[in-house]
């Protein structure tokens, strides 16, 4: 019952983060009429609306595309990040630890400076690659070492391998970067910090494929999350093998986090916060945590986008600024909470 | 033989043969407690009959090696308990005990209502039914102990591997898990086979004990047979001196090495 009351409030502040988001910008858009518009869409439903034709295309193809966009990544980041936190059994794991921002930065710098005139178009193919690259390089990494080795139970390998990764390719960027032009330096660090204000409708379609495979991987293994909570000896007991569910959740929250970085930069702390409130709201349980944290993750950063298009209106904050604002301090709270829990 | 029988069974850890060539068997509905000292090789024993080490030999269940079965099979079958279970602090009871369903469940399968009607009656039958929904970092050692021993009732499997079920556990808890433990053999048709550090009770309650020493059996049989001043002071270097109980069963205990050295009186 929990379970069900949560996954509303959840679904409801989802919906109002997005109906928020369409009606605040620029351009002063008439709230019932937005509404109007809107509902008008939803099949069998015709209602009249008094918005002009700019209106229309401001809200068809300004503000929608960047709502949509909003609810995939902050639903990408926030489902990856608890794939993440189930399979190392540690809340405070996200995709960064695991070198999927170092290879996505890497990637898009590449693209950067190195494409030529193919410019900004290449920039997401090579952030998607450059993620999944970053993983990979880490879980092979990892996976020879533990293999060696025979040191721990392979989980903390792998984050110890992710976080070497991830240096190695930051060093690789940084030395792109200094032997670069100023201009494609400035266009790295704007593409770093995450923005979703690149939305159409066309990237939106081209992440669509990804999102949908991997958050339906990544959502049919709760019940697996859960069993690894006991440890991989007690699961492997139980019958399963914690190896391979690894495997798979891993991949998933890959394809998951590179989708997201391909179209919006590097957006942090999504992935840790999201997932906690998620907890508090419907317990440990990742069946509960996983459809929770993708709604969360959709409604907190389509906000968090509507927040950095307009503080500095019309300029714009980079939106990973906004959510590292909220973030950090949010992180300390999840950090003395876990801590602080009584035995 | 019905039950569950270990035969010829060696087991190398980091290339090391921690157990060698041992055979053993509890009857189905028996107790076959392994005892020794530290790093004799009973956890490993268990650990190997559970299918979680590699080992050379065999384990037979009824008479069917398990070594063919597949993992999901086997769990359905034998039951594991670690000396020291990774108990989720925020998991509910509930959740844990239904996590003992995991060997029935397919791929993509969820906990149905047959499910939730045996994780019940396990927590029922270990008498924590009323803390449900209570977190397990709110249960005490003794109840902790109680809501493990209702995940591995959950499989119901035939066998229990117990490693060490009352380490933690002061005397009275001892007793409450070890009569818990025996009740479940006696009304399930449980096979038990656990380790046991504490010599007397291993005697109370195993109908057979089976005497590690550096891997191999120094000694089987019923607990008049194993637990003798002789064998117990050469096995683990300990002088003891062993009297027959109230009930007629060896109680071991422990003797100063020096007798002059006791407490003035």
Same mark, same amino acid.
């Given at each position: ?37 809107? +509902? ?41 990040? +608890? ?16 070198? +999927? ?7 898009? /710098? ?7 005139? &193919? ?6 193919? &090579? ?28 989980? +903390? ?35 770093? *910090? ?5 939305? /159409? ?143 | ?164 079920? /009352? ?31 504490? *010599? ?5 309650? &195993?109908?057979?004990?089976? *005497? ?10 019923? &607990? ?42």
């Amino acid at each position: 019952m929990r379970k069900l009351g949560a996954l509303g409030i959840a679904a409801i502040f989802l919906i109002a983060a997005m109906l928020i988001s369409a009606l605040v910008g620029a351009a002063d858009l008439n709230p019932l009429d937005t509404v109007a518009a809107l +509902a008008d869409k939803i099949p069998f439903v015709h209602l009249p609306s008094g918005l002009s034709a700019l209106d229309r295309a401001v809200l068809f193809q300004i503000r929608l595309p960047r709502v949509v966009l909003g609810v995939l990544v902050g639903g990408l980041l926030a489902v990856s990040g +608890a794939g993440y936190q189930g399979v190392f059994r540690n809340p405070l794991v996200d995709s960064g630890l695991l070198g +999927a921002s170092a290879g996505a930065g890497l990637g898009a /710098t590449l693209a950067i400076v190195y494409s030529g005139g &193919a410019g900004p178009s290449a920039v997401p193919p &090579a952030a998607f690659l450059g993620s999944l690259g970053g993983v990979a390089a880490a879980y092979l990494t990892g996976a020879a070492a533990s293999r060696r080795t025979g040191f721990g139970n392979g989980v +903390a390998t792998l984050l110890l391998a992710g976080i070497a990764v991830g240096f190695f390719f930051t060093a690789v960027q940084t030395l792109v970067l200094q032997r670069s032009a100023e201009q494609d330096v400035q266009t790295v660090y704007n593409w770093l *910090l995450g923005s979703l204000s690149g939305a /159409t409708w066309q990237l939106v379609v081209s992440i669509l494929p990804y999102a949908a495979v991997s958050v339906v991987i990544v959502l049919l293994h709760g019940r697996h999350l859960d069993v690894l909570a006991v440890g991989d000896e007690e699961a492997r007991a139980l019958g399963m093998n914690p190896a391979a569910v690894r495997l798979i959740v891993v991949a998933a929250c890959a394809l998951a986090t590179a989708s997201a970085v391909a179209v919006s930069g590097l957006i942090g702390f999504v992935g840790i916060i999201v997932p906690h409130v998620a907890r508090r709201l419907g317990g440990p349980g990742y069946r509960s945590v996983l459809p929770l944290s993708l709604l969360i993750g959709a409604g907190f950063l389509v906000l968090a986008d509507t927040l950095a298009r307009t503080v500095l209106s019309p300029a714009e904050l980079p939106i990973g600024v906004v959510t590292a604002v909220v973030g950090a301090p949010a992180f300390v709270w999840i950090l003395r909470s876990t801590q602080g829990a009584p035995p | 033989m019905t039950g569950l029988s270990v035969q010829e069974l060696t087991v190398a850890l980091d290339r090391n043969p921690v157990v060698r060539g041992v055979s053993c068997a509890a009857a189905a509905g028996g107790w076959l407690s392994l005892i020794g000292p530290n790093g004799a090789g009973k956890s490993t024993l268990i650990r190997a009959a559970a299918g979680l080490v590699p080992y050379q030999g065999s384990v037979l269940l009824d008479g069917a090696d398990v070594r063919s079965l597949p993992a999901r099979e086997r769990a359905r079958l034998i039951a594991y308990v670690p000396q020291e279970p990774v108990l989720p602090p925020d998991m509910t009871v509930e959740d844990y005990v239904l996590l003992g369903r995991t060997p029935h469940l397919g791929y993509l399968g969820t906990p149905g209502r047959h499910d939730r009607q045996v994780t019940a009656s396990a927590l029922d039958r270990l008498d924590v039914a009323r803390f449900a929904a209570r977190r397990l970092a709110r249960m005490s050692g003794g109840e902790r102990q109680r809501v493990v021993l209702a995940r591995a009732l959950a499989t119901e499997a035939r066998v229990l591997l117990l490693d060490e079920p /009352t380490s933690m556990l002061d005397v009275g808890h001892q007793q409450q898990v070890l009569e818990l433990i025996d009740g479940l053999r006696r009304d399930g048709g449980l096979t038990v086979l656990s380790t046991l550090h504490d *010599l007397t009770a291993a005697g109370q309650y &195993a109908d057979e004990l089976v *005497l590690l020493h550096e891997g191999q059996v120094a000694a089987a049989g019923p &607990a008049a047979a194993v637990l003798t001043a002789d064998l117990i002071g050469a096995v683990y270097a300990a002088r003891v001196t062993v009297v027959a109980g109230p009930d007629g069963r060896p109680v071991v205990a422990p003797l100063r090495p020096r007798p002059d050295t006791g407490p003035r009186g």
